[in-house]
């Protein structure tokens, strides 16, 4: 096969200043491309969008690591990038702020797969299809796809429709900046943004490239992704349309506000049921009133108390859909799936531990953190180890409880035996 010269890799992958590619070697029995990267390290220079020390090119270093990540195939050969350059900090569970402003072709230093090909399995995962259906289509390992579902269910739900947008080398965005693709939007911050930037571009005494307004375009939807639910599906050929008719038609013939006498409000400001609300009001709300509720010695303080966050939620109730929809569900909620599990000390816990066939699950991330859990066990089978062990298996199936009622069934049904 005749080489190609490595600018023709570069501009295929899209590789800038002050990156490029070093050397490029094809291994023809496995067909694999390995693509060797560089980072040309400098001072930065003033951006007209940002400060030096707002840029993330500061973090990228030169280690002694040298870092293999599987990329997008390229055509019928698989692609592997190699570089010793990379921000080495990012080594969070889930997937980091940080990473998502990253060039698509690098990876973070505790994952064997780049950004870019991250993205392609968030958006083909959130259009619905299987795992194995995402390994056929990508032409990659179904175990690499577990890894990558597994991170994206670790990463915090404020911003985890950022994974799907397109990288930095896609072609929507310089078709928004050009204003060749129409972007529909309310939000007047966005709608402010790209106007600048249009003027950017195109005015000679500013000196703006493409890539750097590209860069900041991604970096605005990201900052603000929780609000461009509308745009992000329109950029991404999501349906977004059907989904706002469906939950529409949910939240106005099925939702209900719970009546004062339903035990729900107690549930919530005793903290035996937690919405996951990333509301910041309705959080404040709650830590005040927990507080006040544990001081309370009579009945009518407790019930006007109750009142005032059902109150609260009947006001608010257009910013509160979804926690008034994950209620609805809580409250129709068979009394099986109610069961109290056996406390950490019960035997049960370390048997699910030591026995891979005693409680069978085809729920990745619970089948990963027993993997994980069981071999810190056998590095370490202290009795400190083995008891945090067996809380984290049981604050996992209690947290997802709606998505392992088999799981819980055979818990419960096996605890009277230890």
């Known amino acids: 096969m005749v080489k190609q010269p490595k600018y023709y890799f570069e501009t295929i992958l899209g590789i ?22 560089a980072y040309q390290l400098e001072k930065s220079k003033f951006s007209f969008f940002a400060k030096p020390s707002e840029t993330t090119s500061q973090k990228i270093q030169h280690t002694n690591n040298v870092k293999r990540w599987t990329h997008t195939r390229l055509g019928q050969y698989g692609c592997q990038i190699n570089s010793a350059y990379f921000d080495p900090t990012i080594t969070t569970l889930g997937v980091s702020r940080d990473s998502l402003l990253q060039p698509g072709f690098l990876g973070d230093a505790n994952r064997n797969y780049s950004h870019q090909l991250r993205q392609q399995i968030a958006l083909a995962h959130t259009r619905g299809l299987a795992a194995e259906a995402i390994s056929q289509m990508l032409l990659i390992e179904p175990s690499l796809v577990d890894e990558v579902l597994s991170d994206i269910e670790k990463t915090p739900e404020s911003y985890r429709m950022a994974m799907v947008l397109p990288t930095e080398v896609d072609p929507i965005w310089e078709n928004m900046v050009y204003d060749k693709f129409h972007l529909k939007t309310q939000s007047f911050p966005l709608r402010l943004m790209l106007s600048k930037l249009k003027l950017s571009i195109i005015d000679p005494n500013t000196h703006v490239q493409i890539s750097d307004a590209v860069n900041e375009l991604r970096k605005f939807f990201i900052a603000h992704i929780n609000h461009l639910e509308s745009e992000v599906g329109q950029i991404c050929a999501l349906s977004n349309k059907k989904h706002t008719i469906d939950e529409r038609q949910t939240t106005t013939t099925k939702l209900v506000l719970p009546s004062l006498k339903n035990s729900i409000w107690l549930k919530l400001v005793s903290g035996k049921v937690d919405l996951k609300s990333t509301n910041m009001p309705l959080n404040l709300f709650l830590v005040r009133l927990r507080h006040a509720f544990t001081h309370m010695d009579d009945n009518n303080s407790r019930i006007t108390a109750l009142n005032s966050l059902r109150e609260f939620f009947r006001k608010n109730a257009r910013t509160l859909k979804k926690e008034l929809i994950l209620m609805n569900q809580l409250m129709n909620t068979p009394e099986e799936n109610q069961f109290t599990l056996p406390d950490e000390n019960s035997g049960i816990w370390q048997r699910i531990l030591k026995d891979d066939t005693f409680i069978p699950s085809s729920h990745i991330a619970y089948k990963l953190l027993l993997a994980n859990l069981r071999s810190q066990l056998l590095m370490n089978p202290d009795p400190v180890v083995e008891l945090t062990a067996a809380r984290r298996v049981r604050d996992f199936i209690k947290h997802n409880q709606r998505f392992m009622q088999q799981e819980l069934r055979m818990v419960i049904n096996n605890s009277h035996a230890h």
């Not at 291994?27 to 694999?32: A, F, R």
Request: proline share 5%; net charge negative; no cysteine.
């Open 16 to 37: 800038n200043a002050p990156w490029s590619i070093q050397d490029v070697s094809i291994d023809e029995k496995n067909k694999i491309i390995k693509i060797d990267i």
